[in-house]
């Protein structure tokens, strides 16, 4: 889910992609942009460290390798909990962005004309059809194997996808390394865990 959306964001020139554990740059642009306490309080801290590097005038620029990554949350309720503060940090950073990205969720929008037009099945026929796509397109990409089983998942996991998405237009409390916090608008984030 995250990959089209972030490749869809680059191609729209629109995402400014600092990303993560998949951030290198060189100590003495660090120290430069005044070391990771700079960061430490915001929640994009990823894109607060892009941002202050081009502030410096230099460029940052997403890397030609797609570097694999697999996330395993040890319950449902913790990747909600994970799923909704990124969708939150998204929010934060770009509102009208993060309204649009409702657009990415076929199979929902699908499912909603399926039950409100007479003819609504039809899309989401394509719906589906392009949802699958995409997974397996992302999956060659990441050279992992399809299964009928991960494919079968796609409809639930895009339901919990468009909740969490919805969840996330809401001002609310990101959990993050289990403490709780409230945003503030400038990004940076309070503690509310002991209140």
């Known amino acids: ?16 992609g600092c990303y993560g554990a998949t951030i290198a740059l060189r100590a003495e642009t660090l120290a430069r942009i005044g070391g990771f306490a700079a960061v430490s309080d915001l929640l994009a801290d990823d894109h607060a460290l892009g941002a202050a590097v081009r502030k410096l005038g230099l460029r940052v620029v997403v890397a030609p390798v797609l570097p694999g990554h697999q996330m395993v949350e040890a319950s449902l309720m913790a990747l909600v909990r994970h799923e ?14 993060y309204l649009g990205m409702g657009v990415t969720f076929p199979l929902a929008w699908g499912a909603l004309a399926a039950v409100l ?13 392009a949802r699958v796509r ?15 089983a991960s494919v079968a998942l796609l409809p639930l996991r895009d339901s919990l996808g468009v909740l969490i998405w919805a969840v996330g237009l809401a001002r609310g409390t990101v959990v993050w390394q289990g403490r709780r916090y409230r945003m503030r608008r400038d990004g940076s984030m309070l503690d509310v865990s002991r209140g």
Do not use: C, H, I, Y
């Open 1 to 16: 889910q995250f990959l089209p959306n972030a490749a869809f964001g680059e191609g729209l020139g629109k995402a400014e």
């Open 84 to 97: 909704t503060r990124w969708q939150r940090t998204l929010r934060l950073l770009n509102p009208a962005g």
């Open 134 to 148: 995409l997974a397996l397109v992302v999956d060659r990409a990441l050279g992992r194997d399809v299964s009928a």
């Open 117 to 129: 037009l007479p003819d609504g099945w039809a899309a989401l026929a394509v719906a589906a059809a």
